[in-house]
């Protein structure tokens, strides 16, 4: 079993900056492929973004390409997810997954086999 802890969320003003931070408990679980997923309220989860176990690959929604980076220290076993220019429709709790097996992050949930409990980012307007 691997743990998934994030951190770094919060009550922001639209147009600033966040990084939130996953940890994971497994050192081999730095090898597979992690995502972020958001839900707002009333919504259903979505896919923002998700990096291969190389961190050569990357890949974001619409919505938050140009705005967001994802990251990954593997030496760390961390994932990053830089958030820049945040606006109130970023407002949702965000939580990290990793795949069991695969090393391409994919925009599907039922690909990841662990979550973390998810951190709740507020933007204000």
């Known amino acids: 079993q691997v743990h998934l802890v994030e951190s770094g969320g919060g009550l922001v003003q639209a147009g600033d900056s966040r990084r939130l931070s996953c940890a994971a408990s497994d050192r081999t679980r730095s090898s597979n492929a992690v995502a972020w997923f958001r839900q707002a309220p009333g919504k259903e989860r979505e896919f923002v973004a998700g990096?291969?176990?190389?961190?050569?690959?990357?890949d974001y929604t619409d919505a938050v390409k140009g705005r967001f980076t994802i990251s990954r220290d593997n030496a760390q076993n961390t994932v990053y997810l830089q958030m820049n220019s945040l606006k109130p429709e970023d407002t949702a709790v965000y939580y990290c997954?990793?795949?069991?097996?695969?090393?391409?992050?994919?925009?599907?949930?039922?690909?990841?086999?662990?979550w973390g409990q998810g951190t709740q980012v507020t933007v204000s307007s």
């Open positions: 990096i291969s176990w190389s961190g050569m690959n990357t």
């Open positions: 997954a990793a795949r069991n097996r695969g090393l391409m992050p994919r925009a599907d949930a039922y690909e990841y086999d662990f």
